[in-house]
C-alpha cells in the first residue's frame, strides 16, 4: 500500500506529519492492505490566516483493486483531529465498500436450507 501526503502552503513540518500519517495509515488501514493499493491524504489550512487558527481540512482518497475509489472529508480546528476523524471515516467507508464486496454470497438461501421451510 503507497501512501501520499500533499499539504497546502500553510501547513508546517511537513516531513514529520509524512512520517507520522504514514504510520498512522499503516496502522488504521493495515488490515485493507490487500485491497487498497494506494491512499492519499491532502492536509490544508482552509482559511490561510497568519494567526494560525481556523478550520483545517483533511481528504483522504483510497484507490482500491479493481474497484471505484473511497474518498472522505473531515473538518476540524486542528490537523490533529481532521486527520484522526478523516481516518476513521475512511476505516468505516472501506468496511463498507469491502464487506458488501466480500459478504455478497457467504450465507446459504433459506431455499436451499430444508429445515428453515416449515412443512
Known amino acids: 500500500m503507497q ?9 508546517e513540518n511537513k516531513d514529520a506529519l509524512e512520517r507520522w500519517a504514514d504510520g498512522e495509515i499503516r496502522q ?3 488490515r ?4 487498497v493499493t494506494r491512499v492519499e491524504i491532502h492536509l490544508s489550512d482552509e ?5 494560525g487558527g481556523g478550520a483545517r481540512r483533511c481528504v483522504m482518497e483510497a484507490r482500491l483493486v479493481h474497484h471505484q475509489p473511497v474518498a472522505v472529508t473531515q ?4 490537523l490533529d483531529e481532521a486527520f484522526r476523524g478523516a ?4 476505516k468505516r467507508a472501506l468496511d463498507s465498500a469491502l464487506g458488501r464486496l466480500n459478504n ?13 421451510v416449515a412443512e
Do not use: C, E, M, W
Not at 75 to 78: E, G, L, R
Open 3 to 11: 501512501i501520499q501526503v500533499n499539504t497546502s502552503n500553510g501547513i
Open 32 to 35: 485493507f492492505a490487500a485491497d
Open 75 to 78: 473538518h476540524a480546528p486542528n
Open 28 to 30: 488504521t488501514l493495515g
Open 47 to 51: 482559511n490561510h490566516d497568519a494567526s
Open 87 to 90: 481516518s476513521d471515516k475512511l
Open 104 to 116: 455478497h454470497r457467504d450465507r446459504d438461501s433459506i431455499r436451499k436450507d430444508g429445515g428453515a
